[in-house]
Each structure stands twice: as structure tokens, then as C-alpha cells.
């Protein structure tokens, strides 16, 4: 599965912002997508997914209530809509994809095997 993340930008504390990330190649129906985040000097975070199984979402604890995630009817886009958005979400944001459908697999980095490029995301206050 290959990916394309895109859709970071400045925006201010409180401002929204949507990220897109496109899939392409074999069988990207039956992979979860989800994004991951990294800010400057600070580990990769899980921050969404959407399970491909049984569609369910889950949020990272710093973004639950805040941050949206989405996939189109074709699967082949998944959505993150960001609201309310803070300086400490400025990151790179990451989309990945994974084979695995549960949480307990799908908050783990280790569980994807493919990455898109990443977009900044930059929130100034």
C-alpha cells in the first residue's frame, strides 16, 4: 500500500484544519489507516484510526474530542479533521496503514507496515 498524506498548514490556536490521505496499490480496502504525529525532539505519537473490519475509531487521549477521523465510501482517502487545535499539536503528521483491526494493535507503531511522507502541521499561538 502506498500512501499520500497532504493538508497541513499554519493556522492559529483554536483554527481547524483537514489532512487527506490518499491510498493507493493492492488490497488497500483490507488495511486500517490511521495517523501518527511527531513533534520536534519528541517520539512518535499515535493520534487516529479507523479500523477497515468493523469501521471503529479510536483517539489518542490528547486529541479525543477535538480530532475527527473519516475514510470515503471507496476507501481509498481517509480524513482527519483537527478542531480546536492548539500549539502543542504542531507535528509532522504521518498516515500509515496496517493489516491489524484491533486496538490494542492498532495504537502500536509497530503495526504498520507503510507510511506516507508526512505534512506540517504548525499551530502558533
Known amino acids: 500500500v502506498q500512501l499520500q498524506a497532504s493538508g497541513g498548514g499554519l493556522v492559529q490556536s483554536g483554527g481547524s484544519l483537514k489532512l487527506s490521505c490518499t491510498a493507493s496499490?493492492?488490497?488497500?480496502?483490507?488495511?486500517?489507516v490511521g495517523w501518527f504525529r511527531q513533534a520536534p525532539g519528541k517520539v512518535r505519537e499515535f493520534v487516529s484510526v479507523?479500523?477497515?473490519?468493523?469501521?471503529?475509531?479510536y483517539y489518542g487521549d490528547s486529541v479525543k474530542g477535538r480530532f475527527a477521523i473519516s475514510r470515503d465510501s471507496d476507501g481509498n482517502t481517509v480524513y482527519l479533521q483537527m478542531n480546536s487545535l492548539k500549539p502543542e499539536d504542531t507535528a509532522v503528521y504521518y498516515c500509515?496503514?496496517?493489516?491489524?483491526?484491533?486496538?490494542?494493535?492498532?495504537?502500536?507503531?509497530?503495526?504498520?507496515?507503510?507510511w506516507g511522507q508526512g505534512t506540517l502541521v504548525t499551530v502558533s499561538s
Open positions: 500509515a496503514a496496517s493489516p491489524y483491526y484491533t486496538y490494542s494493535d492498532l495504537t502500536e507503531i509497530v503495526k504498520y507496515n507503510s
Open positions: 496499490g493492492r488490497d488497500y480496502r483490507a488495511y486500517s
Open positions: 479507523k479500523s477497515y473490519r468493523d469501521r471503529r475509531t
